[in-house]
């Protein structure tokens, strides 16, 4: 292989990392469904030709770490039979490990004939034919949560195989939308072919092969050495999900972490079996979400590439709700992954004090509402919900910020929902004395209410009241969350699981996400960074006064002689 110089390397770097953007751009902007457009509920990725990733963007950072595996099956299933302009879709969650409604498109890319790397492009589809519209709540098998595919061409040398798309729309509520949507992915896989030819037609394949090799390599170097800086020993954590979404018994999710030398090994022996609701996940996206736990604290300043991650080792058992076979129910993958995350960085953070991170509210926090009635029109909106980040070693945690595992996914602006939705967004604030109590306070959690200004559906998936964002060296839990729908009637109910039912005109939801934990002693924060936090609305008085011993007038003034002394 030819020698790439190290300024074409940065070049080849930060160009295909340019491109993923561009494709990611032509996703949004072609996409049919406000949950991609708005919500930026996708990730594309651009690999080489054995599947190595080179270039992401920004969007939804779990989808990532396991887009290598979905071009990994088109590649073994098709083998030879790849040809140029060929499109392929997959979404088995056993293969790449989501949801059904996460439908991954692949596309080979050719450089004069030869192939030279694949654009991928995954986006949630806002229904795929399960049996209730959009996320199924109390599904207990796969085959109740819609259309799954294996690897499947779709597009034959740039030709669209009518029978497909035909498929697509006999097997989705919103036929028109999704075949939109089908088409912003392929979009952007057009998209990166294009940028990528023109980096090509100035450097060459050969060199354009170099300067990746090298990419790669220094990737495993950074990373040997980070984890080579960090002291060897072994820790474990363990917490527990409220429920799998057909059962009320606590779902227990354990991690045991080893690092030793250049390596770091993480169990996941002792976390529940599969289980009858749909909160089991496949291997691949599990796998993928303690990529991104890894990279929180290991060289997080560094693109992830076909280099990345080559020393830790996943210890994965065959009876656990992380490793999913069939006919295991998956819709609700993503709620032990949120917990999984949390465990693995608390876990670092003891091994890493000087970047210790308590944890984060740490579900999506999905509220939903629809309508598939097609005489009044048809539409969905659905969205995750914000909360509190935990705080850090030196900084206090992020309130009203998505969680961690989906990175760039937004909740719906209310300009948007209310004009193209018959939904009101009565409130969108933050929610006050949520954060844990620390040195470095957790970040708090925030409160929507909508209000439905029609009859329609809706459907609530809040998680972590069992298992709240805990805090470290000291500090406190961020607050659990809450749900409460208010009938029009004024008949009030809590809760934080609701499956597809009418909501009638003039309901309320009214959501709160938790916070984040907090990291240190809470009565070593300074006094006026405590009012200040009053005056922002972070914390009522009263919690001033009981978590942090400082009396603050309800106008923000500090009152020094009433406070406890630091």
């Keep these: ?33 406000a949950v ?9 990725a651009l690999m080489d030709e054995q599947g190595n990733m080179l270039g992401q963007s920004t969007g939804v950072p779990l989808f990532i770490g396991a887009i290598d595996v979905c071009v990994n099956h088109v590649k073994d299933y098709y083998s030879d039979d790849i040809c140029e302009g060929d499109i392929f879709v997959m979404n088995d969650s056993y293969m790449q490990g989501t949801h059904l409604h996460d439908i991954t498109a692949i596309g080979p890319i050719f450089f004069h004939g030869e192939l030279v790397g694949f ?24 085959f109740q949560e819609g259309l799954r595919l294996g690897p499947t061409r ?15 729309r006999l097997n989705t509520r919103f036929k028109d939308a999704t075949i939109g949507d089908l088409g912003a992915q392929i979009a952007a896989i057009r998209t990166g072919e294009r940028r990528l030819a023109q980096l090509l037609d100035r450097i060459g394949a050969e060199t354009y092969r170099a300067a990746c090799h090298d990419i790669f390599e220094q990737a495993r170097r950074l990373d040997r050495a980070a984890i080579a800086a960090i002291t060897d020993g072994t820790w474990s954590r363990e917490g527990y999900l409220d429920d799998d979404g057909v059962g009320k018994e606590p779902i227990k999710v354990a991690l045991t972490l080893t690092v030793r030398g250049e390596e770091v090994i993480v169990d996941l022996t002792g ?11 496949g291997a691949s996206q599990t796998e993928s979400l303690l990529r991104l736990a890894y990279k929180t604290m290991i060289n997080p300043d560094r693109a992830i590439t076909g280099g990345s991650f080559e020393t830790m080792t996943v210890v994965l058992p065959e009876d656990c709700m992380f490793n999913a076979k069939e006919p295991a129910a998956c819709e609700w993958y993503f709620t032990g992954l949120g917990l999984l995350a949390d465990l693995f960085i608390s876990c670092l953070s003891e091994a890493m004090p000087e970047r210790s991170t308590a944890a984060h509210y740490g579900d999506s926090m999905v509220a939903g509402f629809f309508s598939v009635d097609e005489r009044r029109g048809q539409w969905m909106s659905i969205e995750p919900t914000a909360g509190g980040w935990g705080g850090r070693a030196d900084g206090d945690g992020e309130s009203a910020l998505i969680n961690l595992v989906n990175g760039g996914f937004r909740n719906i602006p209310a300009e948007v929902m209310e004009t193209k939705f018959p ?21 708090c959690g925030v409160v929507r209410r909508y209000h439905a200004l029609e009859d329609c559906f809706g459907a609530i998936w809040f998680e972590r009241s069992h298992t709240p964002a805990w805090g470290l ?7 659990g969350p809450e749900v409460t729908i208010t009938q029009p009637d004024g008949k009030r109910e809590s809760l934080l699981k609701m499956a597809a039912r009418g909501l009638g005109a003039g309901t309320i939801v009214e959501t709160k996400t938790g916070g984040g934990g907090g990291n240190g002693d809470p009565m070593q924060r300074p006094h006026e960074e405590v009012a200040r936090d009053v005056r922002k609305g972070f914390l009522t008085p009263t919690a001033a006064r009981r978590d942090y011993g400082v009396a603050v007038e309800a106008d923000g003034t500090l009152d020094e002689a009433a406070s406890l002394p630091r």
């Design 36 to 44: 991609i457009y708005e919500g930026k509920d996708s990730a594309v």
């Design 1 to 33: 292989m030819s020698k790439a110089d190290p300024v074409t390397t940065e070049v080849v770097r930060n160009f295909v990392i340019s491109c993923a953007e561009d494709m990611n751009a032509s996703l949004w902007r072609s996409a049919h469904s």
């Design 473 to 479: 060296n000291g500090g406190g839990d961020g607050a």
């Design 271 to 281: 976390t529940s079996g599969p289980v009858p609701g749909s909160v089991n996940c």
């Design 423 to 443: 939904i009101r967004l009565e409130e969108f604030s933050i929610r006050p004395d949520s954060g844990g109590p620390g040195r470095w306070r957790g970040g």
């Design 154 to 168: 779709i597009v034959s040398r740039g030709e669209p195989i009518r029978e497909w798309y035909d498929h697509f």
């Design 119 to 142: 654009g991928a492009a995954r986006a949630h589809w806002n229904d795929i034919g399960a049996m209730d519209p959009g996320s199924v709540m109390g599904s207990m098998n796969i």
